[in-house]
């Protein structure tokens, strides 16, 4: 039996946990502290999946750096605020994950979280160790570049051909073609699967139980030799 892919990563927010309305609430409340007028929520939407200056910056081009950091300053110590019980998990995150793990597949984490965010978060859930490798945005290149892809799947002497990107960001589905790897469109995230058509993920899923049923039909399939 051969299954097409050995190495499974995943974006955080809006593809594993539930956060983007928890990311929309702290950027308006930032602007607000830092007395700026407010972006639409679609406009936020768009831009989750970047690491966080750059997002800040494709919403307000108009700061200079220090305006940035400060903004940036804000964000922090609002999210925090909001988030004092960490964003759950989508329905059948957790069976999905621990089923692919069971079967042998390779899992990472590829997200445009700060590593001390994404450490906290690995905590709340019980997940400091189980993923072989995890990214963030502050150690290394954002998204779309694929760096962070490149990364992972040095680290787990996996070719991109054998890796699958998962997440529901057009940030995350461009890093997956900038790498030359194959992706999975989440719907339930910051786009629709609609707008994430575009980027021709190989699956397009609702829930994560379609994306084990999906890798389940294609390692069953017997090919000859």
Request: charged share 20%.
């Given at each position: 039996?051969r299954?097409?892919?050995?190495?499974?990563?995943?974006?955080w927010?809006?593809?594993?946990?539930?956060?983007?309305?928890?990311?929309?609430?702290?950027?308006?409340?930032?602007?607000?502290?830092?007395?700026?007028?407010?972006?639409?929520?679609?406009?936020?939407?768009?831009?989750?999946?970047?690491?966080?200056?750059?997002?800040?910056?494709?919403?307000?081009?108009?700061?200079?750096?220090?305006?940035?950091?400060?903004?940036?300053?804000?964000?922090?110590?609002?999210?925090?605020?909001?988030?004092?019980?960490?964003?759950?998990?989508?329905?059948?995150?957790?069976?999905?994950?621990e089923?692919?793990?069971?079967?042998?597949?390779?899992?990472?984490?590829?997200t445009?979280?700060?590593?001390?965010?994404?450490?906290?978060?690995?905590?709340?859930?019980?997940?400091?160790?189980?993923?072989?490798?995890?990214?963030?945005?502050?150690?290394?290149?954002?998204?779309?570049?694929?760096?962070?892809?490149?990364?992972?799947?040095?680290?787990?002497?996996?070719?991109?051909?054998?890796?699958?990107?998962?997440?529901?960001?057009?940030?995350?589905?461009?890093?997956?073609?900038?790498?030359?790897?194959?992706?999975?469109?989440?719907?339930?995230?910051?786009?629709?699967?609609?707008?994430?058509?575009?980027?021709?993920?190989?699956?397009?899923?609702?829930?994560?139980?379609?994306?084990?049923?999906?890798?389940?039909?294609?390692?069953?399939?017997?090919f000859?030799?």
């Amino acid at each position: 039996m051969r299954r097409d892919y050995d190495l499974l990563i995943f974006d955080w927010d809006g593809t594993l946990a539930d956060s983007i309305g928890r990311i929309v609430e702290a950027m308006h409340r930032s602007a607000e502290r830092a007395g700026y007028a407010l972006c639409s929520d679609e406009a936020v939407k768009g831009i989750i999946g970047l690491a966080l200056p750059e997002a800040i910056s494709t919403l307000y081009p108009h700061l200079d750096q220090p305006e940035v950091m400060a903004f940036r300053q804000h964000y922090a110590d609002i999210y925090m605020a909001l988030d004092t019980q960490p964003s759950p998990l989508y329905p059948g995150v957790v069976e999905a994950l621990e089923s692919f793990r069971a079967d042998g597949y390779r899992l990472a984490v590829a997200t445009g979280k700060a590593r001390r965010g994404l450490d906290r978060v690995l905590v709340a859930n019980g997940w400091e160790t189980f993923f072989d490798i995890t990214r963030a945005a502050d150690e290394t290149m954002g998204k779309p570049h694929p760096r962070m892809l490149e990364e992972i799947l040095a680290h787990c002497q996996v070719p991109a051909s054998r890796a699958l990107m998962v997440g529901d960001s057009s940030f995350d589905l461009l890093m997956a073609r900038n790498a030359g790897m194959h992706s999975v469109a989440v719907g339930h995230g910051a786009l629709s699967l609609e707008a994430l058509s575009v980027y021709e993920p190989q699956l397009s899923i609702q829930h994560f139980s379609q994306l084990q049923a999906w890798l389940g039909r294609t390692a069953a399939i017997e090919f000859p030799g």
